[in-house]
């Protein structure tokens, strides 16, 4: 098996159990807009999972709900989103196995690159005393998984040969472009499809982060 340098890791769905808290929080943003809207958004949320939350609720307003209806803008859209999500953040399931993995890759560089908020990511990484685990850093929005890719990858700070760890569809395509290696974890992805896509684009799924130390041999 490859010997990766480096091992990109999405977030929710990942590290963290946080992908219905996240979908919930959008519905709770858009209710201003009546729950035909807010459950618009959620559809459309679950499915671009990994795009970050700034594009999705641009395209909540651009393409859902019309200019001229009241409601809150963008702005304000993305303040009540996070004040919905934070708790559940700061509580949710962190996936059993990620301490022994680390423990069982000493010389291997860590990064989370997600769709979540960057500052926010980081603030919870640290309060749940995560944040120690990833070396190589910790990036999310507003910046896209590809841009954040492409940027570590140039600096060097991605050393190859590199393994992402992910749970979407999104997840899959950034890496295949970045030209990492791809795991899809799918025990808590809310990528319904993820069968389907994974027998036509050939890549490994296993459950968790447990099962990616147990199978894989990767330091």
């Known amino acids: ?9 999405d977030c929710d769905g990942v590290i963290l159990n946080s992908n219905r808290v996240k979908t919930e929080a959008f519905r709770e943003a858009a209710l201003p807009y009546g729950v035909d809207a807010a459950e618009a958004l959620v ?3 679950i499915a671009h999972g990994g795009v970050s939350r700034y594009r999705k609720f641009a395209h909540f307003l651009e393409n859902i709900v019309s200019s001229d209806r009241p409601g809150p803008g963008l702005d304000a859209l993305l303040e009540r989103y996070a ?3 934070r708790d559940g953040l700061t509580t949710c399931e962190i996936a059993e196995g ?4 680390r423990a069982s890759t000493p010389g291997v560089r860590w990064l989370v690159v997600s769709g979540g908020d960057q500052t926010e990511l980081r ?8 944040d120690r685990h990833f070396d190589g850093g910790i990036f999310g ?5 590809d841009d954040i890719l492409a940027r570590e990858s140039a600096s060097g700070n991605i050393r190859r040969p590199a393994l992402f760890l992910g749970d979407s569809r ?8 970045a030209g990492l290696d791809f795991i899809f974890l799918n ?4 990528f319904a499809e993820w069968a389907a896509y994974s027998r036509e684009h050939g890549f490994p799924v296993l459950g968790g982060l447990s099962e990616v130390e147990s199978l894989f041999s990767i330091h």
Do not use: C
């Not at 603030?123 to 995560?130: D, L, N, T, V």
């Open 1 to 9: 098996m490859t010997n990766y340098r480096s091992i990109i890791f």
């Open 43 to 45: 559809a459309h949320h």
């Open 83 to 85: 004040g919905a999500v």
């Open 98 to 101: 990620l301490a022994s993995l």
């Open 123 to 130: 603030e919870i990484f640290a309060q749940r005393g995560i």
């Open 141 to 145: 929005s507003p910046d896209n998984k």
């Open 170 to 177: 999104y997840d899959h395509e950034a890496a295949t472009r």
């Open 187 to 190: 025990r808590w992805s809310e």
